[in-house]
């Protein structure tokens, strides 16, 4: 199947990467302009290495793009972790259509951080859908979904890095069989259906120890790597990383209760958040121990 392909950065490159090794046609790949200054995309390096030919439109609402596309005569077109929207002209283009992945089991968590918010809003559960774009924003019909549990000690990085990453390059594999095979659903979604949530920016993850602990918890948890629950300390940023919930209940929010070798431990509403890794201000992610140990936190202190 001749195949359009559309992403950018490690997920795109690793879903490039799966169809290149099991001898899919590629007629073209699309990836975002290259920025000023930055290492050049993963997916764009590894399709010139490839000799895949490369695009990289600023928009793709640009009827001459549209011609572009058409020129490659392409039956599917793949879309990979795509930021920049594309009209249904584009995504019509293939003979077959087009179709995106998505990570979280929509039509709940649609927007660009479905991985984060399921996490925070203390979910048990998450996954991934492969749909039928249009345009509308992650509204299309959906092809398949897989799911995957939510742990108590889950973060973005475990949720993503070991499942959502993994599962996702394989459900795109058995999504273009399923084409092939002319067994490809279009279920659709609901229109009042699940959910929309925006960016997950430094602003929401700004953490508020008046909270219950156990928001407190899934905040820094579904935070954890990008974009870093933080808090203040002496009128510093520190972000929180790591951490443990305890269900003591002692101290005002935002107090430290008690300080280790390797942590030190916060109060929030109805119980504590033990903190075990930072990153403080200007500096590089270290022990919570290590940070109280080197600024003078003890016990008595006030974060925020």
């Known amino acids: 199947m001749r195949i359009l392909f559309n992403g950018q950065q490690a997920f ?77 002209e584009a995504l019509a283009i293939p003979t077959h259509g087009t179709i995106q992945y998505h990570p979280s089991l929509l039509p709940w968590h649609k927007g660009p951080s479905s991985i984060n918010w399921p996490i925070i809003m203390g979910k048990k559960e998450t996954g991934l859908s492969v749909f039928w774009p249009d345009n509308g924003l992650d509204t299309g019909p959906i092809l398949l979904q897989k799911k995957t549990k939510i742990s108590d000690k889950d973060t973005l990085g475990s949720i993503y890095f070991d499942r ?57 948890r579904g935070t954890n790597p990008q974009p870093g629950a933080w808090t203040t300390f002496k009128g510093k940023t520190l972000d929180i990383y790591d951490c443990v919930k305890v269900a003591k209940r002692a101290g005002k929010p935002g107090q430290i209760v008690a300080v280790g070798k390797d942590s030190f431990t916060v109060a929030a509403k109805g119980g504590q958040i033990k903190v075990l890794r930072v990153r403080p201000e200007g500096g590089q992610k270290i022990s919570a121990g290590q940070f109280a140990a080197e600024t003078g936190l003890g016990k008595g202190a006030k974060l925020g």
């Open 12 to 88: 795109g490159k690793a879903v490039l990467e799966a169809l290149v090794n099991r001898g899919e046609e590629i007629v073209g790949v699309y990836c975002a302009p290259d920025k000023p200054g930055k290492k050049m995309d993963p997916l764009k390096e590894y399709a010139l290495s490839k000799n895949l030919r490369v695009f990289q439109p600023a928009s793709f609402k640009d009827p001459a793009v549209w011609e572009q596309m058409k020129s490659l005569n392409a039956e599917l077109g793949v879309m990979a972790y795509v930021l920049l929207l594309v009209p249904e």
């Open 164 to 220: 959502l990453f993994p599962m996702g390059v394989a459900a795109m594999l058995e999504a273009i069989d399923l084409v092939k095979a002319k067994k490809a659903p279009r279920i659709p979604q609901a229109p009042k259906a699940g959910s929309y949530e925006g960016w997950c920016n430094k602003e929401v993850a700004k953490i508020n120890w008046k909270k219950p602990a156990a928001d407190v918890y899934n905040l820094i």
